[in-house]
């Protein structure tokens, strides 16, 4: 039995609109045992609080496969704007947002749908909110001035150790919320962080090799070696369409990358091998790489198969699958790829963003001479030896 879950208003509170396929006993049974659910003629659905207890309370009782949010079908069906993988979530809310504030939630919710924002996002985004609106339970958010926000974004920073990418992340859904739900003029926030530069972790060539050497399964091997084969995010390569994949003419076309880009980039000989023996084993039909259900490939399942990838190889621990990504740029770079193409199999707009692969790499650091190499000056210890 599959549910759907959808996002309705009634009566100015948020509720969850829960539909199945056909009459079945055993669901009304079974809906009679969630908390404030109830059969609403006018929806022509049961409807139950859109709380996180509620969604928690059906996966008890149908189990977690059974419950599908519209959040997560729209992922499957749609192209959708991309957020950086991997990057640190927002905490989660210690509460649900005061119940008269939880259709201007519901409403930023649409909006970011509507402009078809990624899963990821909208999740982040609803967090960020969410917080501000525990932050301030008597006060409505369109009440709200700067200062009353600057307050909230120091305060949390400070207390829960935000770093700066989470920081800017939480300046972003309250300007969304405010400027595109709210319709309020662009507004600028003196709290934004000074973004950190930091260079990308990368894998020599021999700790791909061990890494990958250890990956059994012929999906998780196929998948892991694609993303670095071909330099994808681990979004791209779940949203990868067997269509996608041109074997004659060894390129692989990804549709609505970050920013909502189509690029190609490279496929590898070795890789369409690789390609040729997953398809045969596993016959997807539509997705490159399917879940269980035909979905599309969890990223979630693709962040285990790497973790335990990297454990039982030895490589560095400090990494994760976008590491694959930088080590697919760093490796074309040291092998005198010229950085304009890299940038185009990457995807970057602004040669910028590219530039941090410029960073001394390992085979780059072992011609490096110091400038002392080319004086003439001896080095044995012939002088005074006196302290």
């Not at 969850?16 to 045992?33: L, N």
Request: charged share 30%; proline share 5%; hydrophobic share 35%.
């Amino acid at each position: 039995m599959k549910l759907e879950l959808t996002p309705h208003i009634i009566k100015g509170e948020a509720w969850w609109k829960i539909q199945t396929r056909g009459y079945d006993p055993a669901f009304v049974r079974k809906m009679k045992q969630v908390r404030r659910a109830w059969w609403s003629p006018e929806v022509k659905a049961w409807v139950a609080p859109k709380h996180k207890q509620t969604v928690a309370r059906l996966e008890q009782l149908f189990g977690r496969d059974a419950i599908q949010t519209e959040e997560e079908k729209s992922m499957v069906r749609k192209p959708l704007i991309s957020v950086p993988e991997e990057k640190e979530m927002p905490d989660a809310p210690t509460a649900d947002p005061p119940a008269g504030h939880q259709g201007e939630l519901l409403r930023l919710e649409e909006r970011l749908r509507l402009q078809r924002y990624s899963y990821h996002t909208v999740k982040a985004y609803k967090s960020f909110f969410t917080q501000l609106l525990v932050f301030y339970p008597d006060r409505h958010p369109a009440d709200l001035e700067k200062a009353d926000i600057v307050k909230f974004l120091l305060v949390s920073s400070e207390r829960k150790h935000w770093s700066a990418s989470t920081q800017n992340q939480a300046v972003n859904a309250i300007k969304f919320y405010y400027e595109k739900v709210l319709g309020q003029p662009r507004t600028f926030y003196e709290l934004r962080p000074r973004k950190e530069k930091k260079l990308p972790g990368v894998f020599s060539e021999q700790e791909v090799q061990r890494l990958f050497a250890v990956v059994r399964n012929l999906k998780h091997r196929a998948i892991l070696m694609l993303i670095y084969s071909a330099g994808l995010r681990i979004g791209e390569s779940v949203r990868l369409r067997i269509a996608d994949v041109d074997f004659d003419r060894r390129t692989v076309f990804v549709k609505s990358g970050k920013g909502k880009k189509d690029r190609y980039t490279v496929l590898s000989e070795k890789m369409i091998a690789v390609l040729r023996d997953y398809l045969a084993a596993f016959q997807p039909v539509f997705w490159m790489f399917e879940g269980q259900d035909g979905g599309q490939y969890s990223t979630r399942s693709i962040q285990s198969t790497f973790r335990r990838a990297v454990n039982e190889s030895g490589v560095n621990p400090y990494t994760t699958v976008h590491t694959l990504r930088h080590s697919f740029a760093t490796h074309l770079l040291e092998r005198g790829m010229d950085l304009r193409y890299i940038q185009e199999l990457l995807g970057h707009s602004s040669s910028e963003t590219t530039q941090i692969y410029t960073h001394i790499t390992a085979k780059a650091r072992q011609k490096l001479a110091s400038p002392l190499d080319f004086l003439d000056i001896e080095t044995e210890a012939s002088g005074d030896t006196s302290a």
